[in-house]
């Protein structure tokens, strides 16, 4: 209740700060007899982690993971699974200066009204090193929805700041997202968006943009009528990722300008006799639940509030004060965000799945 | 879990079909002692009643409430609060053609596919009625937080189709969004909303928009961290409401844009003395929670699904059809989407502050 | 979250004040394509209302239930089925006289300390009444079960006072139990039941006793480890009906007292080749799971707190004073419970039942 | 919804297999500011330890607890907290013999129905060893209540096979309750206890009991009505122990032989004006909901189901054999179970505190 947790059935329960002991998740819910290592699960980790190329932060954070529970002999036992980070290298002392400080765009202020005290100590719980827990659970989360329902899930970088890429998303694959570094299929795009990283990182900036996901192989019928809508839950999902600020699906805000007319998506019968649709304006889901069709949705991310460009604050006593962060830190961070991504739809699709097959299958 | 509850410890479950025997709601966690009648419940389910206008649907559906439980001489006692608005006039006649279609962009082949059967009287449970039960919860809701956090919300049309209103979220008023039927407080852009709408209506089609969400007076520290922040929750409430495509905050989508040295909202003490934000970029949450700012975000509606152009469909058969749709139908929902924006809001911010309160207060 | 819905997946929602306008139930999550009539689950209800004889209380409830969402052409559509029932004839002004009274041994103190203010009317929603809804929505989950699994649940009064029945809950029927008013189908045991009873209530008292309930048919693998223990569930689910003080499975209490050699249900090969247990022991359930045996337990109610007999009390001042009931009320409430019980214990089953078919089938 | 987690609002789940990596908890929901410290917990679980006497198993296990999250300079934030214990000197080999048998009247069986498969090293999740995190957890819960609410809980084993204890649940303190090895503060009937249990132990056997719970200052108001009553909460948490097999409240199963007139706790005014019972037959607990009065309570304990004594049970391919377990095995469970017993209690109390705040207070 108090917000670590996520999904229904396929339940993940998050917890660590950046600088405590450890970070992790506790996966209940998890069909029994799921082949699953750790090697899989550090494979998305990989992805995710700090320091992996010239445009990320170059902090060299040890998220190597363990299984502690749920998994024997390989297989998923359905008890839970502890999957566990410990923190390593952490240099608090490289915070020490920030303890009285209220960070711009940061949760620091938020998190010292709510609570009446903080971890200071590299933004606490608050701090983006909580998504490795997601995209830990998300590994399995995916690999199960890939051996039972064949569904695969592609994310990619698909704008950084006004530079736009050109992908059909319905034929971008995952290797072809891991062809460079910032993780934008259309390679022209890409290299306009790494120089364009590099020009904001030199000016002691960041910058935004959006990632594009797409779910392919999900059956008809995922997703609850009224409150708990597939595109309702991925969108919680999204905007629940550290710097989203806004979520669509299909058309999404481009539908506010169409007829209904254009929008609707017509029924057509397939060539081998069944019913789909001939356009995809809908993004997937109709009345919140899934058609069949493939899944597109866009995420969009602010610029990362730390800069090393100097701002005005104040301090928490309440004295204004300037502030220049020191730089180790991601002056885009939608390369390392793809594997969130991704993991938050594995989530979303996993638990629905479990949903629909328990009322319905 | 079956989707039609919403909230943790303000929570409401909604039931009924537009054309079954009644269309309501529970709202179970109501604090004890909140003063309220029908008269203001209804109040605001006659913002979204059919008929109002001419640029709404000319069905006249019996919207009439009645509190049938947990209401005590005129105060609430803390235990379950049925709300129930019983079906009457229903022309299920007028659906008979309708029984073996799936129509564009509508639920009708999703719920047949996920249940295995529908009711296909009126769109069944996927009828936009449904929200009725979300206003009238979104009442009481709004109510307790008027009184008791003197936090008050109000909505309106920004967009519709290529039109866009100019107005300060920061100054508008309710009674400014009801001076015109289509719920827009800037004048000139509301007539021309509405001639647009009139346009579209007369050729049998339908038209998309942007409603904007202004929440104003909610204190710092509502919102949990990680998974339930407040703007995850708002966008997945949002989300949930019929013909939503898309929702972002702040500056949402356009901060994609940006350099975080125009993005970070610099942190000032005002001659109270008080911490808050120079500028709202943020939207008034940081890390998930409430910074005692104002709250906005946007909601995008697609155009609506039913229009009277003859459109290409199928049967359940699977076989190729047309389909005209017989027009009691609302050329552009907004004006009418208005009140179930604020009731959403409402039902977000009430539970968030219970959750709050349990924890922290 | 505030205690009026049971179950996760199938989830039910009681409402209502035995004098408010209406008492019901919905429940969200029901599998579709169930046959259900109003006249299966009112037979239900029969067996629990007011007035079937004349040991129990003289009330004429309207007990009337109408189906009102959720159903289509007799099938269940998936989507929450309300089921309501109207409260009629009610005499508030009975009641006058506790408005200023805490009944001893009844809810009014609690809900006064609790809530700062109470629906004195009949008990508000600490009523009785409330069960009626229970035993609604258990009927829908025990005919999904019997179809579905072959499963039956048949309880049954085993003791009332010191009287206890001699009875093989592995051959008792329904039928047998429905053969007398008292619902102990040990029929010599049943005669002294009523004399007993009779005897109470001609002396303005209430006697306790204990209901036993049996499951038979239940698959093995139904329920989850650690907390949501299936006979933990049950036990949560016997325990908040009204009037019940104590469960316990298999042995239960009795065990205490027996070795580790004696309890122990050794495993045994059935000529057909399965495996079971030789002995019963256990009740059903090892380690919180069902075995596929049969499930028994029993249930412990009080006497009842409402007696015609003079009792002291205090005024909600503080004021000491003497009361007596007026007596429209059951000297003993088994009889009537026994379909509560049933109901409970299919409202558990059923949702166990789903919950182990989204992880495990 | 897989069962591994309790409680809504101050939510624990608890994660771990006897012979995985580490068994623990996470707790998210804590209120921030609890000054709380590893010795703290320590000093509960070594309570629960196993080899603390003569009377418990010899096996010595590292019970070491961790913090590993969710507190900062001594104190909580608010956000999860991670309990955690590394499993060590596991003797897995101990075991092997058990691999392919179901034990009677363990979860054997029933875990490899449900699943498919199971841990077999050490019962794997249906292990007591789970319940650590339990003791850890209710520690925290413990303390914030005392601190809070001065709320405490004293529990005590008050009855062995037929040896009843003597005690005035009243009076009885913590340090009575841990002057002897059996935690039975009537000193007398501890000594014949201890005598039972070395018997019992003697001759390869096992013993089951009673213990006692007990809460102090619990105010009024807590529980909630209809399904969430709290003594249907104290009631699963009692239940989803290892080993119980019954629950009962203040007069429990006693009162099934009493009158209403007899039974019914007459309501006085004290001295200083408060409105209180005269008895205690209802536990402290009216209409789910605590009085203010002292909450008394039964658990039943069967006798362990391992024993050194020969008996018949089958192989997992259905083959009849006989299994003598290796005897590093309670002969009673009862006297490691009492801080069990606390922390569940603590961990209702807590819950329901929490959600009577967001509501009520």
Not at 197 to 219: K, L, T
Request: hydrophobic share 40%; with cysteine.
């Amino acid at each position: 209740m108090a917000g670590s947790s996520f999904g229904h059935l396929f339940r993940v329960s998050t917890f660590g700060e950046s600088h405590g002991g450890a970070v992790g998740v506790v996966v209940d819910g998890c069909p029994p007899g799921l082949c699953i290592t750790v090697e899989e699960i550090q494979a998305q980790l990989d992805r995710r982690k700090p320091g992996q190329s010239d445009i990320t932060t170059p902090r060299k954070e040890e998220d190597a993971i363990s299984i502690m529970s749920g998994v024997f002999e390989g297989r998923t036992t359905g008890t839970p699974i502890l999957l566990l980070a410990h923190n390593k290298d952490v240099r608090s002392e490289d915070y020490q200066h920030l303890k009285d400080l209220v960070r711009p765009s940061h949760a620091d202020f938020t998190y010292l009204k709510k609570y009446g005290l903080r971890d200071w100590r590299g933004s606490g719980r608050a701090s983006a090193r909580e998504t490795l827990a997601r995209v830990a659970a998300g590994a399995i989360a995916h690999k199960y929805l890939r051996e039972r329902l064949n569904l695969s899930i592609v994310s990619y970088v698909e704008q950084v700041g006004a530079i736009r890429a050109d992908i059909n998303p319905s034929t971008v694959t995952n290797a072809e997202v891991e062809e460079n570094i910032v993780r934008c299929p259309d390679s022209d795009a890409a290299l306009r968006m790494i120089d364009l990283i590099r020009q904001v990182q030199s000016e002691g900036d960041s910058i935004g943009g959006v990632i594009r996901g797409v779910i392919r192989g999900a059956p008809a019928g995922l997703g609850e009528p009224v409150f708990d809508k597939l595109h309702a839950d991925l969108g919680k999902a999204m905007l629940s990722i550290n710097a989203v600020k806004g979520f669509d699906i299909g058309s999404g805000f481009d539908a506010t300008h169409l007829r209904g007319s254009q929008h609707n998506d017509p029924f057509i019968i397939t060539s081998a006799g069944e019913i789909c649709t001939k356009t995809q304006h809908a993004g997937g889901v109709l009345g919140g639940i899934s058609t069949g069709g493939e899944i597109t949705f866009r995420v969009a991310f602010k610029p990362v509030a730390t800069i090393a460009k100097e701002q005005e604050t104040v301090t928490t006593d309440g004295v204004a004060t300037k502030l220049s962060a020191s730089g180790r830190h991601d002056p885009c961070v939608l390369p390392r965000a793809v594997p969130i991504v991704d993991a938050m739809a594995a989530l979303v699709m996993m638990d629905h799945y479990l949903r629909h097959k328990a009322q319905n299958l």
